[in-house]
């Protein structure tokens, strides 16, 4: 491997740690008095500032091109992205962030599922391999429901991995046709206002919390996020985005060794083997993808990342393949060149 796949690499393996590292950053933002819609809505806000700031500082600020892009935004982020963060962040209060990010992972066979059947195409058989095989290590990874194990944290943990799913499936058929760190910036906006219409609405924002909820806050936001997204780019525009793809799995790697070392949680041996399994799963999801493309000569699989999230973070992949591989420079405002790349932001976490 040459020094500029090593630095690709490394890139990538930053960014997966950035995500794998956010739902520890939301318990100690929970524990310091900051409920979830209040997280997220700050999460989003200051993300949105960054992205807008470092593109208008490059002179690359994104315009969205007329109502229907505008919809697609507004759908993806507003809608769509704010329900799975929303589940994602409130199944971090219930359960282990290891167990947690382990369960959002199931999404890549929740994508291949609905894929088939909005395309009305069977799965490929690797494709139904890697569902099973996401669905035992599930099992094993949940075991036996116990009072120690909240089912409703369990619950929002699948919910947000569907959710995901539907995300990547909607964004792969409507995409927005904006370079990837434009696309985020709108995602995070539009995600952002959601919470402060409904926290408002509501009463739920609360910003009483204690000064030190602004550091884990602030982790939450940059590192997990502008951070995490940038190294992730950069590292794909190296390596590719389906090996970026596949040493994106570092994410949960990252999560269970935290909550081990920072936390104090840990997971037991069957929960580890189950981890492994999903993990597993996802791994011949992506390789699947891969192959069956390049068997059909379609050309580079098209990859599916979370704008914002690891599992969400950026790993993770669509059946649906593309023709068109990412562009050079990451920047280019065609829809084209930019696409590969920016529905490789479109995974998670």
Excluded: C
């Amino acid at each position: 491997m040459g020094r500029p796949a090593l630095r690709g690499s490394a890139l990538v393996v930053v960014s997966a740690a950035g995500f794998g590292l956010m739902p520890i950053f939301a318990r100690y933002a929970y524990s310091a008095g900051v409920n979830v819609p209040t997280l997220l809505l700050l999460r989003f806000a200051l993300a949105a500032a960054l992205l807008f700031g470092y593109l208008a500082a490059r002179r690359r600020l994104p315009r969205p091109g007329g109502a229907r892009q505008l919809g697609a935004l507004v759908l993806l982020g507003g809608v769509l992205y704010a329900t799975q963060s929303l589940l994602y962040f409130s199944a971090v209060r219930h359960i282990s962030p290891a167990l947690a990010v382990l369960l959002l992972y199931l999404y890549p066979a929740f994508v291949l599922l609905l894929s088939s059947a909005v395309g009305r195409h069977r799965p490929p058989l690797a494709g139904v391999g890697a569902i099973a095989l996401s669905l035992v290590g599930m099992a094993l990874v949940v075991g036996r429901p116990t009072a120690a194990l909240s089912l409703v944290g369990v619950l929002y943990a699948v919910g947000a991995a569907v959710v995901y799913a539907v995300y990547i499936v909607v964004g792969d058929r409507g995409s927005a046709g904006l370079p990837p760190l434009g696309t985020s910036a709108f995602v995070a906006l539009f995600a952002g206002t959601s919470f402060a219409l409904a926290g408002t609405g509501t009463g739920a924002l609360r910003f009483d919390f204690a000064a030190s909820a602004w550091l884990p806050v602030l982790g939450v936001a940059a590192v997990s996020t502008v951070v995490a997204i940038g190294a992730f780019f950069a590292g794909m525009r190296v390596i590719g985005p389906t090996r970026a793809s596949i040493m994106s799995m570092v994410e949960p790697v990252v999560s269970i060794v935290a909550a081990w070392l920072l936390l104090r949680e840990s997971m037991t041996p069957t929960q580890v083997l189950g981890g492994a399994v999903v993990l597993a799963g996802a791994v011949w999801g992506v390789a699947g993808a891969r192959d069956r493309t390049t068997a059909t000569g379609s050309g580079t699989p098209r990859q599916a990342g979370p704008p914002l999230d690891g599992a969400g973070g950026a790993a993770g992949q669509s059946a649906a393949p593309r023709t068109t591989k990412p562009s050079p420079s990451g920047t280019s405002s065609s829809m084209q060149n930019s696409a590969s790349e920016r529905d490789t932001t479109r995974s998670r976490r």
